[in-house]
């Protein structure tokens, strides 16, 4: 496997937004890979056409991070939570008061105005056994109430929960703007999010060579209900598969979504800059 991030991309005539990115993890490397600073990442995303990031918290570290970063830089704008996998951990490690004080802290940062959305939540059935499964849908259901009161967009993660995340959200009231995050579902699934006035977000997974249900799915879904993402420094889209994913890297995925959906790349591009107004205001 090559190692290193890989070359920068043909920039992109009409700029879009990064619906989702960890520069946090980005800028600290992972699995021995060198990390990219954070002005970097910044630099070369603007460089591409990529001038404007969502940066997403998972944890109270990263929440606080990302609040700091989207202050400091007009480039990026925050999104604050506990991760699904997140809350089985805190209550493992000190009871139904963790989560709770958690919970607390990520309500209070979600009330800055460089905050933009609440997320990623939802479930995740892949990495939390059913034991667990309780506990995230206390922790969905709260980020859920903190995204309405907070008039904030709320951000979904969606792994192997598909029908559950519907549920929830059916039954707790989404609030009004709800961005599925790294979209997984089917055809069937998009057609349901779309119905309901979500937006689907895609990230890299959409160019890989296996994901022939995601690009049906992505087909069917209205280019007024799309946006982009990296969900960097994680899955890197095709060739660079394996290599650290970077905001940078955006114009890959958007040119295959383009492929996908038969139209011109300067098209999907406006349409998912103005995706990215609505669903997180403008910055």
């Given amino acids: 496997m ?3 991030h890989p070359p920068v991309p043909e920039p992109l005539d009409v700029p879009v937004a990064d619906s989702h990115c960890h520069l946090d993890i980005g800028t600290e490397g992972r699995d021995g890979e060198e990390g990219l600073p954070l002005e970097d ?3 070369r995303g603007a460089a591409v056409g ?9 944890d109270l570290d990263g929440a ?5 970063v989207a202050n400091r830089y007009t ?7 506990l991760h699904p996998n997140e809350a089985p951990r805190l209550v493992d490690a000190g009871g139904g008061s963790a989560l709770d004080d958690a919970l607390a802290e990520i309500d209070r940062l979600a009330a800055d105005a460089r905050v933009r959305a609440v997320g990623e939540t939802g479930l995740d059935y892949f990495r939390t056994g059913e034991g667990g499964r309780a506990v995230q ?3 969905f259901r709260a980020h859920i109430e903190m995204a309405k009161r907070h008039g904030k967009a709320l951000v979904i993660h969606d792994r192997d929960a598909h029908d559950d995340v519907l549920s929830v959200l059916a039954d707790a009231g989404a609030p009004e703007r709800v961005v599925l995050h790294c979209f997984s579902g089917d055809v069937e699934m998009a057609r349901e999010c779309v119905q309901r006035g979500y937006w689907l977000s895609f990230a890299g997974t959409v160019t890989f060579k296996n994901a022939a249900p995601l690009r049906n799915a ?8 799309l946006l982009v993402e990296t969900d960097a420094p994680f899955l890197t889209p095709t060739p660079y ?4 994913n970077a905001s940078y890297l955006i114009p890959l995925t958007l040119r295959a979504m383009a492929e996908v959906k038969a139209m011109s790349v300067e098209d999907l591009a406006t349409a998912v800059a103005t995706n990215s107004d609505q669903a997180f205001d403008p910055w």
Avoid: F, K, N
């Fill in 2 to 4: 090559s190692s290193g």
């Fill in 41 to 43: 990442a910044l630099a």
């Fill in 50 to 58: 990529v001038p404007r990031i969502v940066q997403i918290g998972c």
């Fill in 64 to 68: 606080r991070w990302a609040v700091e």
């Fill in 75 to 81: 480039a990026v704008v925050a999104g604050v939570s």
């Fill in 137 to 139: 849908h206390r922790s």
């Fill in 218 to 225: 992505l087909a069917i879904t209205p280019p007024e209900r």
């Fill in 241 to 244: 598969r394996g290599r650290p």
